[in-house]
């Protein structure tokens, strides 16, 4: 008996578990990973707050999400694509001529893939792109061959507040909205361009949370 459970202690400190454990474990893991299995686009557009997109594309990637990411040329400005890469650990899209995981058209690949997209920051600009049926950059070219009624958007505007309160964003909004379009936010606070005030994008550990929600998932 003695030297059976050294075996299995030694076993066990060599990661060759019994079957069971090994099922347990990966059980374990998954319960800890609400988005295990779930592909989520995540559309970057060119504001500052892109750098909290880093932080949610961590986010997701940690709760088992596979994560694509797309940018506007604009984005990479503040954000390199190499960062959304290290961390989602998988291609990023920056142009409507890349062709990386399909022969097929890759936006219609990426957008039939996707669990639930979502574009953040929302610029005033992606806003308004959106709302007329444009499609100038490859985050709106995938966007626009999504199936909103399987496919949940969500969108997280990022402006200055008076961007956020100008007659033609409250349009684009209401318009985004009726089309079937997620608005999450924007929250009241200070904002880059040293004002404070409606306009600034929801954090990160909010958006998680929506995403979740709209994929079929409980959050953590």
Known sequence: MAKRTRGVRSAEAAGHLPGEAREAGRDGARAVQPLHGAR?????TGGIAAYKTAMLVSRLAQAGAEVTVAMTDAATK???PLTFQALS???VYTSPWQHIESSDPQHIALASAATVAIVA???MDCLATLATGRTDD??????SAVDRAKTPVLL?????TVMWQQPSTTRNVATLKSDG???VGPE???QACRNVGPGRMSEPEDLFRQICVHAGRRPE
Do not use: E, H, K, Q
């Not at 490859?138 to 966007?143: A, G, M, N, Q």
């Open 40 to 44: 989520v686009l995540v559309g970057v």
């Open 78 to 80: 503040f954000v390199t």
């Open 89 to 91: 650990g998988r291609p």
């Open 121 to 123: 920051p929302c610029t």
């Open 138 to 143: 490859v985050v709106t070219l995938i966007l």
């Open 156 to 160: 997280a505007p990022a402006m200055n």
């Open 181 to 183: 379009f997620v608005i």
């Open 188 to 190: 009241d606070g200070w």
